[in-house]
Structure formats: C-alpha cells, structure tokens
C-alpha cells in the first residue's frame, strides 16, 4: 500500500525539472518518497525552560529525516530542497498532523500537557492551507489551538507573497494560538513592523547568545533586545543556551526563558517520555523541573 500510496504522490508532486540525476535531485525524490510512506520522517523535540527554576514550559517539533542511506539528513539541508522542489506544503502538513498526534498520545499516557511549537515555513504562509491543515488536524486529534504554538521567522512574517499577515496572525491568535518570531535579530528587517504584527513571543537567534557573557556587543544587543521586549510586552525565549556562564547573564539581565543543550538536546519522544518519568518522581508530578546539565 506504500508502494500505490507512493505512486499517487509521485504523479502529483514529480517536480518539474531536467537535472533528474543530481544527487540533489535524487534527494528530492527520497524525500517526496519518504513523505509518500512516511517512515523516514520524526519529530524530535526540546524542552523550552523557565530561566528561575528550570521548569519546563513547553517544547519545540524539530523535523528529522533518517535517510535509509544517508543516515540522518539535517533539516537546514532539506528543507531548502522541499521549498524549492514542491514538496514543502505536504511536509508541512505532515509536521503539524504528527505534531498533534503525538500531543494526543502524551495525553493518553497521562503526561502532562505542555505547549509544542511548531515551525512553519515561508511555502505553508504562501500557499494559504496553513489554516485548514491546523484546523483539521486540531479537530482529528482534540488539541486546543492554544497547546500549539506557531514559530516564524521574520522573512516570511514581511514576505509580500503572504498576503496581508496581520489578519491572518490575528485570526490565528483569536483561535488560541500563539506566534512566536523565530531567529530573531537575523532578518534584514526594521523593528517597525513589531508594531504592527500580533506577536507572543520573540526567539533571540543563538547567534547572539555564543559569546555571552564576554562579548561587549552581544551582550549589549541581548540587553537591549530584553528591554525592547519588556516594553512591547513579549516574551523572549533565548536559544542555543549552552553553558551556565550564558544562563547566568541572561538571568541578570531578566531573561525568563531558555531553551539549549545546557538543559537539553531536541530527542525522539520516547527520551523526552523518559525524562518526564523521572522528572515526575522528583516533583510528585505537580512541576516538571530539570537542572542544568553544565
Ligand atoms: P530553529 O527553528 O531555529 O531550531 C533551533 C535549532 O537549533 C535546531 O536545529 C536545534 O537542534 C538547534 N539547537 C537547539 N539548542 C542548541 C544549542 O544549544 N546549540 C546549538 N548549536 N544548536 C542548538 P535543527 O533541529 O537542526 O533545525 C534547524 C532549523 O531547521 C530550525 O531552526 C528550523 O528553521 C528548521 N526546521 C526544523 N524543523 C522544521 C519543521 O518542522 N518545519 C520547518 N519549516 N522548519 C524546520
Ligand atoms: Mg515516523
Ligand atoms: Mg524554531
Ligand atoms: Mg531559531
């Protein structure tokens, strides 16, 4: 059934090229494989941490492929070929639904109910299914649409081609839920359009958060960023926190929330199941701390 299943896809999504024998071509056929069966494909997800007592507050969906000859293929490799080969809407689609799926396993298992984030690329705001795709995903899983956070980026929150996002962001918040700017302070964007988009959350790019504490300027910007932040009334989520030395400048300068390798690498469901476990018999399952691992 895989095989019929992978005819249909082929013949809706065979992309319209003559390089057929690249070997980034032949790369763009296994994935389009790999969504028609859908074995390749997981979610790993990382914990997000409340900076005061490590608690954790939600979680980020990170994409991965197990290539079957390749090994794990990095999503900063392949989702730029699905962008551009047609196969990012069904990819995107796929993301959400197992997205959802797992939450509802979670709650079958009787963990507790933390937020998933999401990311959605520039291809799923163009080809304007994102909300459809959410909405039936929401209602074949019985999530509520504030469980599911939606991370973007600034180049697709200013890409023309979105149509008029304020509405759409706005339609989206009214649901329940929450957007999130991601690698935030890496677009090539004014911050007037902070303004104006109904945003939660920024996600200050790791990029900024490497030389912490000693380099003068990123800790200038990073102060910076907080207060702009505090102002506007977001919420700012520093990423790539990996030492402590990182943790404790941002906890001086009043960032609350992190999310690293310091507290933990994104992993399978399983391994984040399995820390919940013991997470759970040190808080009596009320608060679901974690101590830096560094
Ligand atoms: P992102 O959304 O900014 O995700 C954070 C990336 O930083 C992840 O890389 C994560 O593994 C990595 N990371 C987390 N903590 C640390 C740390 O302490 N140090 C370092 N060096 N890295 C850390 P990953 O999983 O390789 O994903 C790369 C990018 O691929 C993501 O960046 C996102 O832009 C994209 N991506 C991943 N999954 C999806 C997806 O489902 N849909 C879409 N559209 N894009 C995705
Ligand atoms: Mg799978
Ligand atoms: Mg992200
Ligand atoms: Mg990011």
Redesign the pocket.
Known sequence: SAKRHGRNVSRRFRPALDVQDSPQMALVYSLRDALANGEQLE??Y?TQHRVMDGAVVGM?????WRHPEHGMV???DF?PLA?RHGL?GP??NW?IDEALAQMARWREMGLPQLPVW????A??MFQGELEAALASGLARHGIEPAQLGL?L?ESVLLDERAGDIVPRLEALRAKGHRIAI??FGMGYSSLSYLKNLPLDKL?L??AF??SLPDDPADAAIVSAVLAMARGLALDVVA????TRGQLDFLQRAGCRLV????YS??GPAEVIEAQWQALKTDSAGLMLRAEPTA
């Open positions: 979610l790993h990382q980020e969906a990170l994409l991965r990095s999503p900063g989702i962008e990012m990819l995107g993301v999401i990311n959605i690329s291809i799923q991370e980026t991601d690698d996600k790019d790791r958060i490497h990423e790539g926190v990996e999310q690293g390798y310091l690498r994104p």
